[in-house]
């Protein structure tokens, strides 16, 4: 599997934007990246996955860089519901056996502050 | 329903006790997984099934963990013989087996063995 690095942790005022950095260097041609956020004593919760185009839905902004080594998650408008530690996952290639699994690092502490 | 159901919330069992831990998964996902969190952990990657097979067993932590999953929905995640570590938050995720769809959780059970 690719391995993420993602910074610890990230302080955001409200209001502004919050953009959340992640390397994948070693990321494979099939493979996606997926942003997930886990929002204290809930299930993670899906935000948003693209492969190499920059995708954009409503909750926010994927930006993937041309060689596909690193991407950001922007949060257009941060609000204090959006405190949350945020993972960024490369998924495997899927099919039956392919191993569909994802792999959760340590992710980003994001606090979001009036 | 809509999202990932797991039942129950919330199990207290004594240690030595087998426990059985459910997951409805979303209608029509062919993929699900189980993951658990142990307090102020990351995500660890249990078991992943496509259809009623499970071609990825590998985060199962010792053979008194098993999961089964019947006729391509409801799955269950057993642990016999329940001891302190197991205590965590079992999680469930179901996706559409396709590359590139993304992967909805539910809200977890926490399980406490004392």
């Known amino acids: 599997d690719a391995k993420t690095t993602q910074p610890p942790s990230m302080d955001c005022a409200e209001g502004r934007a919050a953009n959340l950095p992640c390397n994948h260097s070693t990321i494979s041609g099939n493979e996606y990246v997926y942003w997930y956020r886990q929002i204290h004593s809930q299930g993670p919760q899906y935000i948003i996955h693209?492969?190499?185009n920059n995708e954009t839905n409503e909750m926010a902004s994927l930006i993937i860089t041309e060689d596909r080594k690193s991407s950001t998650l922007i949060l257009p408008h941060a609000t204090l519901r959006d405190t949350a530690v945020y993972y960024c996952i490369v998924r495997p290639g899927g099919g039956a056996g392919g191993g569909n699994k994802l792999t959760f690092g340590t992710g980003t502490q994001l606090k979001v502050e009036l | 329903g809509a999202g990932v159901s797991q039942s129950p919330s919330n199990k207290v069992t004594e240690k030595g006790k087998d426990v059985e831990l459910r997951c409805d998964p979303i209608s029509g996902h062919t993929a699900l997984y189980w993951y658990r969190q142990s307090l102020g952990q990351g995500l660890e990657f249990l078991i992943y099934f496509q259809g009623n097979s499970a071609p990825d067993k590998s985060g199962l932590p010792s053979d008194r963990f098993s999961a089964e999953r019947t006729g391509g929905s409801v799955s269950t995640l057993t642990i016999q013989r329940t001891q302190q570590e197991d205590s965590a938050v079992y999680l469930c995720?179901?996706?559409?087996?396709?590359?590139?769809?993304?992967?909805?959780f539910g809200q977890g059970t926490r399980l406490t063995v004392v």
């Open positions: 693209g492969l190499k």
């Open positions: 995720a179901s996706s559409f087996g396709r590359l590139g769809t993304e992967a909805f």
